[in-house]
């Protein structure tokens, strides 16, 4: 058989497929089309489709199959499929599932289900599941596996090779096996590709690593997916406070949480939140942003009741009122430039008190600097657009005053957020616009009463 | 010795010592605590400091480290390094580079010092290089390392066993060896976890994956990243269109991939390019956020000279210019969330042809729904602040106009964009806001007139 050179196209026609095959109602077909697509494939398949059809599409996968393809769903999604599951065919789903997924699983069940469930298991499995439930969401416990291959330092390479060979299959992703002492303390680890090159004679304690970085297993999963970015680790050993080897993480579920970070600034700085489901139904998604509306109607109310305490200028001079909304504008535009910078740096650790002040000043020195090109800009545009140059001179003022005060704030709000334990990505936004709003309205509106009434 | 624990802190106390040591100017001290950092950690100090702080420390680093620590940069960063860097330490300092990093490296370097560079390599090193500099940037050629261990289908394990001993190390995140024919063509692959488990006499073509996957050099690198992540891979081999081995990408160039991203979308959507510098000089920040300034600039004036047709309107009635900035700036959240979300979707590849249609659909059934909510709420509020019933009529009448607008704009601006090969979360935010705003102060200032003169 020839080597399966990939499609790039491949998901896209299967999704297109599929659909076809659905709306003419070729069931027995889909059901064939489920069957051969590999697990990764159907979970995008699901995650692709209307609530509806993910719902039939569920129905027809093979049952052996479930366990795998919800391994590989995102939590929304999963969420919508667990809950439509009866006890058993969750049970026999989760069989053989690796534990942080099956742990996730039994968190979000309904107690019965969930005693059912874990009664269905071994008591092997269900010990370590058990384990797995008592590391909080979050942290590297959450994320690690206890498939490691541990070794002793005293023995030879040439009897590890016999052994693995008795042994069989390693788990997935295994590059390195940990050696541990008699109390299962890590010592150290061995590289498998170090096994293939080595002299067998030597013993193990002459050729381990121990040096071998081991995370905490109470470590901050976002802390764990930066160490592995840092150091191109494909696998790292977890430990407890006393040394003892509890498991290990491997790169598959650090990109999801790398993915999972990066994804939650874009999505919280437009006010949704990040297991939102794409194809999720209509009343659940607008109830899930009216949040992110309410603020920001007070916020919009506010600015409104800037413009209200010059209701005296604004009725003499309509002129005043079409330009009102240019230097808020541009205020918010420059301000969130700054903002989802600082974030970043923030989300990648690259600021911090060290650094934090230089930044400010920066921001600041780019926001001046920004308000004296602006204010240029929209002085000649007014002058020409209306004639005369006490209106120029207002908006001018207004612009340089609005957009130092965006890049002192886009820098200084994510920080103090971050200080006060308040997530900058979510709050960050609507902050800055509401400030770049209230300021820009203030100082052109304010500006405009002390020279024109 | 005991083992490694990471401390958390770690990376923040160094940024911390290295600066309180560099503003004592204890340089001495500084290039000690610098030669016993790892180059990860040297990297991430190096982005984490303002431009000046980053030359001094650049001067100080040991000269052979400079190499793995440039290839451990992001973009920006890279090239400010690299451009102070003479041809003399460029070429040292490239030596046993990557080939990916080292053709980044000489893609940006002046011609004069490229040639310098390549001369001082070996000329099978150099063969390499040019080879990697032909594939273009973001595809899989580009992320593709030509460090792959190729053997034959015909040999027993043993052998093999026995040539990887010889052999010695191997490169680093191997965890497949390709079996390749006598022209190069992949046929497959065996994983080295196989090789320490099955029996050893025999035969490397009874044992190999024909099924494994490859990907073709000319494959986008999103692309590349989607498959890594969907197949959980830890390598995965590159061909040329004959079916050719030209060599591997590994999962540590994946989560760059991945990582730029997912930081795209969202600097992008604020209006910033993604291989910005946190801590860049000041003038060439401020010319580079310039761009997006003007395009609001206009957005805004075009904003103002709906208003300005409203202005006999506006003359009259004072509070409709205080009311009138609500109704744009709830329809530029509401957009702004669906705008998100799509993106998102796009970026997954979750959205294709055959659920656009649904998705915008979807978003606009939200978007009315939204717009009765918030319709509703605005009338009592404006109704009980302002004590008049036809201003309270007037602006939910433009509110629910408007989110209905929002929630289609925010579903097919991007699907558009995509379709015409612009990128939706750089273009997408600007084109929805000024929509939103448009039809916002349209509406509302429309229907004042039409109802109150």
Redesign the interface.
């Known amino acids: 058989?020839?080597?399966?050179?990939?499609d790039?196209q491949t998901?896209?026609e299967q999704?297109?497929q599929v659909?076809q095959a659905l709306s003419s109602g070729m069931f027995v077909h889909v059901r064939q089309m489920l069957h051969h697509m590999?697990c990764?494939?159907v979970?995008?398949l699901l995650?692709?489709?209307?609530t509806k059809t993910r719902m039939v599409l569920w129905q027809m996968v093979d049952h052996d199959q479930q366990g795998e393809i919800l391994e590989?769903l995102p939590e929304d999604v999963k969420d919508s499929l667990i809950s439509q599951m009866s006890a058993e065919s969750l049970a026999s789903a989760t069989a053989g599932m690796d534990t942080d997924d099956l742990a996730y699983i039994l968190r979000s069940l309904p107690d019965s289900v969930y005693q059912e469930v874990l009664q269905s298991m071994d008591t092997q499995d269900r010990h370590r599941v058990e384990q797995a439930l008592s590391y909080p969401d979050d942290t590297a416990g959450s994320l690690m596996n206890t498939d490691t291959v541990a070794i002793r330092p005293d023995i030879s390479v040439d009897v590890i090779?016999r052994y693995?060979?008795i042994?069989?299959?390693?788990p997935?992703?295994?590059?390195t096996l940990y050696v541990v002492d008699k109390r299962d303390k890590?010592?150290?680890g061995v590289a498998?590709?170090t096994?293939?090159?080595?002299?067998p004679n030597i013993t193990i304690k002459k050729l381990m690593n121990?040096?071998?970085?081991?995370?905490?297993v109470d470590?901050?999963d976002s802390?764990v997916s930066m160490?592995?970015?840092?150091?191109?680790w494909?696998s790292a050993p977890v430990?407890d406070n006393d040394?003892k080897l509890l498991g290990r993480i491997t790169?598959?579920d650090v990109?999801?949480v790398?993915?999972e970070d990066?994804?939650h600034?874009?999505?919280s700085?437009?006010?949704?939140e990040d297991d939102?489901d794409?194809?999720g139904p209509?009343?659940k998604?607008?109830l899930r942003?009216?949040l992110?509306?309410t603020v920001?109607?007070f916020?919009?109310?506010l600015?409104?009741s800037v413009?209200?305490m010059f209701?005296?200028t604004?009725?003499q001079f309509?002129?005043i009122?079409?330009?009102?909304?240019?230097v808020?504008?541009?205020g918010g535009?420059?301000g969130?430039?700054t903002?989802?910078?600082?974030?970043?740096?923030l989300a990648l650790?690259?600021?911090?008190?060290?650094?934090a002040r230089?930044?400010i000043g920066?921001e600041l020195?780019?926001g001046f600097?920004?308000g004296l090109?602006?204010a240029l800009?929209?002085f000649v545009?007014v002058w020409l657009w209306k004639g005369e140059v006490s209106f120029a001179i207002l908006i001018s003022g207004a612009m340089l005053v609005n957009l130092t005060v965006a890049g002192l704030a886009g820098a200084a709000i994510p920080l103090l957020l971050k200080k006060l334990n308040i997530d900058p990505a979510l709050a960050g936004g609507m902050a800055l616009t509401t400030i770049t709003?209230v300021i820009g309205l203030f100082a052109f509106l304010g500006l405009a009463t002390l020279v024109l009434l």
Chains 1, 2 share one sequence.
């Open positions: 058989m020839a080597l399966d050179v990939l790039t998901s896209e999704l297109l659909n590999a990764a494939d979970a995008f995650e692709s489709s209307p590989e090779l693995l060979r042994r069989g299959e390693l997935e992703a295994t590059d890590l010592l150290g498998i590709t096994l293939l090159t080595c002299d121990q040096e071998l970085e081991a995370i905490p470590m901050e802390k160490l592995f970015e840092r150091h191109d494909v430990i040394g790169i598959d990109v999801d790398i993915r990066a994804e600034s874009m999505l700085m437009a006010g949704m939102v794409t194809f209509v009343f998604s607008t942003r009216s992110w509306l920001n109607l916020a919009a109310l600015a409104a413009s209200s209701e005296g604004l009725e309509a002129t009122a079409i330009l009102m909304t240019i808020p504008s541009m535009v420059a969130n430039q903002l989802a910078l600082v974030i970043r740096g650790g690259h600021i911090g008190d060290s650094n230089w930044l920066k020195a780019i600097l920004n090109i602006w800009l929209i545009v709003d």
